[in-house]
């Protein structure tokens, strides 16, 4: 046995002996691992643990320096000292105790050399403690957060613990993303497209404001998501320590709610609150967790967990008689009216189309509501306003009366204000934002939509399927025409969304990109009951692929308590080449987690949208080229599949194999920036 007692530096100081049964050997090293005068890490089960060889033998410390916590096996031997890498603090390397004056010193553990190493003789744990961070995951999961995604790191490893053990229970799953904003997407898209909460996860000061952009695309959006910050230790909060930051105040304005759990606080109903202002509000919450409430027993804040049970209450509020009449004699006096849905009718969808079967009018989306028709339906116009089709303006030109549903009068849209409206929506907020309407319904759209069914009198059949098929063939013969189009300069934007609207699976989950290739996207792209997902009003470019993440990890859970059951659809992004830019690394994540996701990349070597809006603006294009790797190639470095498509002809292959390929795909096609 090393007698590790005493060393040549320090007075004799005895290292512990514990009574037998209260400590377990452990084997270390071995004999000749570690040269005289060397130190080392050396992690034992989840113990971390300084070894030391000097003359005097091995000795074994706890790796963390009394002083603030500096590794020690990172440490050197100078002079017979161990000295702490961070501050250069000295303590015997044999058992731990600093030169006089100090008294503070690193636990010491028992060595003994052994045939066949160095063993170590470690204190025996009792189970884990029950924390705050278990009883705040506990209530998340009750409230149906079944994803978090996120980075771990130093100021959330106590929360991060707590997710660990989630995860093994098979309570919740955790994506450890490459940057903080992609987890912020991911988690918003995952909300955007099941009605759900999701969650993303990051530590204190900039890993926290990295998550900023994605969570106002959820604010924006009306998407309820949960955001977790880790923070600094409260002992040095506001005193300007490493990664301080105001996070409460960097929070403010995008979280409708935003609270720092405390020592002291109610944590089980801080995350209720959190949970609930996200789902009722469908709005950002945002809790901080300092690094050191982390890891309190949950007995500081009481041990249960919370859940929505007596919480919530039903959103399908039914119209009031009155509104409900003004829309119904709108309607049914009306010879022309149309209908416009937007994203606010997602849940009400299936009675919105039930109520324009009904009255044989034309139904035509907003560009964020692109596929809650299919463009197959007889009635369906495609998309109104800038991305938009022919075949819709056309309607709404003709219309006599509009009748919209979960729509926020973009002006990207551009629906007719001059024109009567009922306007139908949840939030009271909405009704008449931009501009005063006819009939202002508040109700949820689906309930309304069925009243009003039951109310207006069927009319004469109006012929409209037919005319609704003129004008597709009219938009049609126009877009064969575009394909055509040939500068030998890349392919056009046309041929590309022929291709995809013929291969892409009719149920597939698509998040599309800013940029050129979306304002395509919404023209000639025809849907034929894909589920869309896109930035809407924030529009963020980058948003494709992280969006794309969180599909994917909507595909992989049971149905919940409110969302679809989405197991098996396909999950397809696209993007330009400068939007994979902003987040392309996350390919090493999907590959990670053997995500079935297959991103197609349009690229034109261009901020094509920016170059067109300085011509239109007369200005010279200026600094919106862009220099880039191979992106087929970059997608096999990541160990995804990779396809260049450089003409028409090999089209239709290449994105066949990458939808057919298990895990990411990539398919990069070169285009014309002109030929949009």
């Known amino acids: 046995m090393t007698d590790n007692s005493s060393d040549a530096a320090t007075p004799s100081v005895a290292v512990p002996v514990l009574p037998d049964g209260e400590f377990a050997w452990h084997r270390l090293i071995g004999i000749e691992e570690l040269d005289v005068g060397r130190v080392t ?50 303590y015997s390397p044999t058992n731990g105790r600093p030169p006089p004056p100090f008294g503070d010193a690193p636990e010491a553990y028992r060595t003994e050399v052994r045939s066949d190493g160095v063993y170590v003789a470690l204190p025996t744990h009792s189970d884990r403690t029950r924390t705050i961070s278990d009883q705040l995951v506990d209530t998340m999961t009750a409230w149906g957060v079944a994803w978090v995604f996120g980075m771990v790191g130093h100021s959330n490893l106590g929360f991060a613990d707590a997710l660990r053990i989630a995860e093994s229970r098979g309570d919740l799953a955790f994506i450890g993303v490459r940057h903080e904003g992609a987890a912020a997407f991911a988690a918003t898209a995952y909300a955007k497209l099941t009605g759900e909460l999701a969650a993303c996860f990051a530590i204190a000061g900039p890993a926290s404001t990295n998550m900023l952009t994605g969570l106002y695309d959820a604010k924006t959006d009306r998407a309820p998501v949960l955001a977790i910050s880790g ?90 008689d009155d509104a409900l009449k003004a829309a119904v004699d709108m309607l049914a006096g009306a010879s022309r009216p149309m209908v416009i849905v937007g994203q606010g009718a997602r849940g009400g969808i299936d009675d919105i189309v039930a109520l324009a079967e009904s009255m044989d009018v034309p139904v035509a989306t907003t560009f964020k509501a692109k596929g809650l028709i299919s463009d197959t339906h007889p009635l369906a116009c495609g998309v109104l306003g800038r991305s938009g089709t022919p075949i819709a ?8 009366m509009l009748a919209t549903f979960g729509v926020s009068f973009s002006n990207h849209t551009g629906i007719a204000s001059y024109k009567p409206i009922v306007q139908v929506d949840f939030d009271p907020m909405a009704l008449g934002r931009f501009h005063a309407v006819t009939a202002p319904v508040l109700s949820d759209v689906g309930v309304a939509a069925r009243a009003l069914a039951a109310a207006v009198p069927e009319p004469a059949t109006r012929g409209t399927s037919d005319e609704v098929a003129q004008r597709w063939a009219i938009w049609r013969g126009e877009k064969a025409s575009r394909r055509g189009d040939d500068r030998n300069r890349g392919m056009k934007s046309a041929v590309v969304f022929d291709a995809l609207s013929r291969l892409v699976p009719d149920d597939a989950l698509m998040a599309v990109d800013v940029g050129n290739h979306a304002y ?11 589920t869309v997902l896109m930035s809407g009003y924030l529009g963020s470019i980058g948003f494709a692929l992280p969006a794309a993440m969180g599909c994917w990890a909507a595909t992989q859970r049971a149905p919940g308590i409110w969302g679809p059951d989405l197991a098996g659809r396909a999950v397809v992004s696209i993007s330009g080449d400068g939007g994979f830019g902003q987040y392309a690394m996350e390919m090493t994540t999907a590959v990670k987690y053997g995500m079935d996701i297959t991103h197609v990349l349009l690229n034109n070597s261009e901020l094509g949208k920016i170059s067109k809006e300085q011509r239109s603006a007369e200005l010279d294009v200026w600094q919106t080229s862009l220099h880039n790797p191979s992106f087929a190639e970059f997608a096999q470095l990541c160990g995804a599949a990779g396809y260049l498509v450089r003409t028409p002809a090999e089209l239709d292959t290449a994105v066949s194999a990458a939808l057919a390929h298990r895990g990411p795909a990539l398919v990069e096609v070169i285009t014309d920036p002109l030929l949009v």
């Open 41 to 90: 890490t050396v992690t034992v089960e989840r113990e971390s643990l300084c070894v030391t060889r000097t003359d005097a033998g091995i000795g074994c410390l706890a790796n963390a320096c009394p002083h603030q916590g500096g590794p020690l096996g990172e440490g050197s031997i100078e002079g017979g000292w161990l000295r702490c890498p961070w501050h250069g603090y000295d």
């Open 231 to 320: 923070q600094v230790p409260s002992k040095v909060r506001g005193r300007g320590a490493f990664q301080d930051t105001d996070l409460s105040a960097a929070f403010a304005d995008v979280a409708r709610y935003s609270q720092t759990v405390q020592a002291g606080s109610d944590a089980t109903e801080l995350m209720n609150l959190a949970c609930k202002t996200a789902l009722v509000e469908r709005d950002v919450a945002h809790l901080v967790l300092p690094d050191e409430v982390q890891v309190l027993p949950a007995a500081h804040s009481g041990s249960a967990a919370g859940s929505p049970g007596g919480r919530i209450g039903s959103r399908a509020v039914s119209p009031p």
């Open 520 to 530: 395509s996207f919404g023209r000639y792209f025809e849907t034929c009951g894909q």
């Open 393 to 400: 303006s056309w309607f709404m030109n003709e219309a006599d």
